[in-house]
Every structure is written in structure tokens, then in C-alpha cells.
């Protein structure tokens, strides 16, 4: 059998191959993911994304997606809209986002999202795909400044985590700078959980400003101005009758982990870039 001179390969992969057929490649494998938003809880991909919730999603960073649910379906009279969005994968659910919208406050708040780590297609482009999506309604047409969410820190306190790392690089794609804001964030209790003392689960709170910062300080009033929007727009109206919660005890408790951020926040917090 004749051997293909090596030239000739070499020809193929820089002529044919790479510039050709990999981009054709690409766009194939991206053709097969697509976004769609939840809106009831009668959907046909709730189940999956209920699995997937509950598999990748910690138990003590979770509510449960039964409440996610009633959330998605109410709309009207809302100060926040909860909006879910799946990836799908031909016919099955890969990926989540559950995030929240302030049209008071302009901001979109990224509460959950996953990836079926089993699916090497969606590691690769599902985040990216919902993210766009995000990015083009919410935040391309200026209807929020900002991104906000919360993670996880690393051991012994470590800000700059993998996953940081990796909101870094998603969020330059769109060149745009995010930060962690050096303060310790205290994540609430979830108002099923017990809720009696402040929560000891200390996270990084990540901020991607829509503009270009001046300096890295945040003021202390506009810090306090976003935790209140988010303990009191996004955590608060988790307290309802359906879990039995008493909504005047956990908006005390609330209001005293704002006490100690007004009693111990710096009047300017750096803002460290990732």
C-alpha cells in the first residue's frame, strides 16, 4: 500500500482541515444545543432540570425546585421576575440558569446554573449559549447595569476559585470586568432552615458591572443598596405559608445581618478583578 507523503497531509490539515472543516464541526455541535425559558411548571423538560438541579446543585446552597417552580410561574405585581432557562440538547435538558431580574434596580441575579458534566458538548458551549441569550436581552439593551452572584469560597479563604476563574473568562468574552467585592458576603438561611442565629456560610459575592469602573472601591451606601435589594427582593419572598415561615421573624433576622454590615463595612470595600 502506498504511503501518503507527509506534505501532503500537512496540506490537507492547514488548507482543508482547520480553517474548513473544524469551524464546520463547531457550528454543527452548537446547532444540536439550544436555550429555551420555563415559564410553568407543566413544561415537558421540568423533570430533567428538577434531576439535574438536585444533582449538581449542593444540598446547602439549594432551595427545593418545587418552589423555583412556583416562582417562574408568578409574574404580574412582582418587584423581581424569576426567569428559568434550560439548554437542551436535541430533546434532552444539559444545562440551567435560574436567574432573577430587577427592573427597579437594573440588575440580573444568577442564583443557580448547572452543566451535565457527562455531556462534553455541553461543558463546552451550554453556560455560553444561556449566558448569550441573558446578555442580549437583559443587558445589550441596557435593561440591567449589572450581573450579581453568589460562590463559594476557596479553602482557608481563598477568593480567586476555579469557578471564578471561570466567570472571569466567560464574562470576557463579552469584554467585560468582573469582580469579587472583598467583604465577607453572610449567605442567608433559607427561611425552611433554621434561621435563629446568622448564617456562618461566609461566600464571595461576584460583581460584572455593564460600565467601566472609575476605581476598585465600591462606596459602602451602594454595597448596602445591593445587599438589601438582594436579601430583601430575592431571599425575603422565599418566606411564604406553603413552608410555614413567619415572615415578620425572618425579615428580623434579615435585618440584623444588615445591621452588621452597617456597623462593620469600610466606607469604600476594594473591588478585586478576576
Not at 57 to 85: D, M, P, S, T, W
Not at 116 to 131: C, G, H, I
Not at 151 to 167: F, P
Not at 239 to 263: G, R, V
Amino acid at each position: 500500500m502506498p504511503q501518503i507523503n507527509s506534505d501532503i497531509i500537512n496540506i490537507l490539515l492547514e488548507y482543508i482541515w482547520i480553517p474548513v472543516v473544524l469551524p464546520l464541526i463547531i457550528i454543527f455541535l452548537k446547532s444540536v444545543l439550544r436555550v429555551k425559558e420555563l415559564k410553568k411548571g407543566t413544561d415537558p423538560e421540568i423533570e430533567e432540570f428538577i434531576n439535574l438541579y438536585n444533582l449538581r446543585i449542593k444540598e446547602n446552597l439549594r432551595i427545593c425546585a418545587e418552589e423555583i417552580l412556583q416562582f417562574i410561574e408568578r409574574r404580574e405585581g412582582e418587584v423581581v421576575e424569576h426567569h428559568l432557562y434550560v439548554c437542551k440538547k436535541l430533546s434532552k435538558t444539559v444545562g440551567f440558569i435560574k436567574f432573577m431580574y430587577s427592573e427597579q434596580h437594573k440588575y440580573v441575579f444568577i442564583a443557580y446554573t448547572a452543566i451535565d458534566k457527562e455531556d462534553s458538548v455541553a461543558r463546552q458551549y451550554a453556560f455560553n449559549l444561556m449566558l448569550k441569550k441573558i446578555y442580549k436581552k437583559y443587558l445589550k439593551t441596557k435593561k440591567a447595569t449589572m450581573i450579581l452572584t453568589e460562590i463559594e469560597r476557596g479553602t482557608k479563604g481563598n477568593y480567586k476559585t476555579g469557578l471564578a476563574k471561570l466567570i472571569s473568562r466567560y464574562t470576557k468574552k463579552f469584554k467585560k470586568q468582573s469582580y469579587i467585592i472583598k467583604f465577607d458576603y453572610l449567605q442567608p438561611s433559607m427561611p425552611d432552615d433554621e434561621y435563629g442565629d446568622v448564617s456562618e456560610e461566609i461566600l464571595s459575592l461576584v460583581y460584572i458591572p455593564m460600565y467601566t469602573m472609575a476605581n476598585m472601591k465600591m462606596p459602602k451606601n451602594e454595597l448596602l443598596s445591593i445587599l438589601q435589594t438582594i436579601y430583601f427582593e430575592i431571599y425575603y419572598p422565599s418566606c411564604n405559608e406553603i413552608i410555614a415561615c413567619d415572615c415578620n421573624d425572618y425579615n428580623l433576622y434579615l435585618e440584623s445581618i444588615m445591621d452588621i454590615y452597617k456597623s462593620e463595612l469600610p466606607e469604600y470595600i476594594d473591588l478585586i478583578p478576576i
